[in-house]
Every structure is written in C-alpha cells, then in structure tokens.
C-alpha cells in the first residue's frame, strides 16, 4: 500500500489549501483513512478521518474550517482547508488503517508541509 499525498505550500492566514492523498487501490478496503498534522515540536494528532462505515472525525480545532471528502473512483481522499490559521502551520500526513483478524498495520504517506503566515 502506498499513500501520495501533496497539495501544501505556503498561504496566509484566512486563506485556502486543498489537500491531496492518493492511494494505490481502493480506499474502501481500510478500517479509516484520513490526515493527521504535526506541527514543529508537536506530536502528531489526528486532523480529520473516514471510518469504514463512512463517519467522520475531526479534531475540534479544525471544525467548520476543514472538510474531508473522498473520490473512490479515484482511490482518493481530500482535505479541504479554509479559514487557514497560522497554528495549522504543520507536516500534513494521510493515514490509513488495516485491521486483520489478529493485526492492526498503520500505512502513512510521506507528509506535505502546510505553512500559514500571518
């Protein structure tokens, strides 16, 4: 499995990034896939995910600014950003979760930088 994600780049505060992660197969077949952010001396932390049924999860400190969309004929996931503030500075990475009978195995793209500047 291999997850591409790219979209970041530097924007100012109050503007908008989409955010690309593009999977070799199906996204469906993950318990979730999503993105995660750490920022500069931060742990990472989830941003916003699908789950297998097709929920969402997102960190409270990006509702209302953030929405996770998917194109499953493009094995697809979407972050779109708005309202950008300068602590969603952050390496974005997409994240995606495969649970076995016995196993769980986390699949982590190579991460693309977001910097906001105010």
């Known amino acids: 499995v291999q997850l591409q994600a790219y979209g970041g780049g530097l924007v100012q505060a109050g503007g908008s990034l989409r955010l690309s992660c593009v999977a070799s197969?199906?996204?469906?077949?993950?318990?979730?896939i999503g993105w995660y952010r750490q920022a500069p001396g931060k742990q990472r932390e989830l941003v916003a995910v699908?789950?297998?049924?097709?929920?969402?999860n997102y960190a409270d400190s990006v509702k209302d600014r953030f929405t996770i969309s998917r194109d499953n004929a493009k094995n697809t996931v979407y972050l779109e950003m708005n309202s950008l503030k300068s602590e969603d500075t952050a390496v974005y990475y997409c994240?995606?979760?495969?649970?076995?009978?016995?196993?769980?195995?986390?699949?982590w793209g190579q991460g693309t930088l977001v910097t906001v500047s105010s």
């Open positions: 994240n995606a979760v495969w649970v076995g009978v016995s196993f769980r195995y986390d699949y």
């Open positions: 197969g199906s996204t469906s077949r993950f318990r979730s």
């Open positions: 699908f789950s297998s049924a097709g929920s969402t």
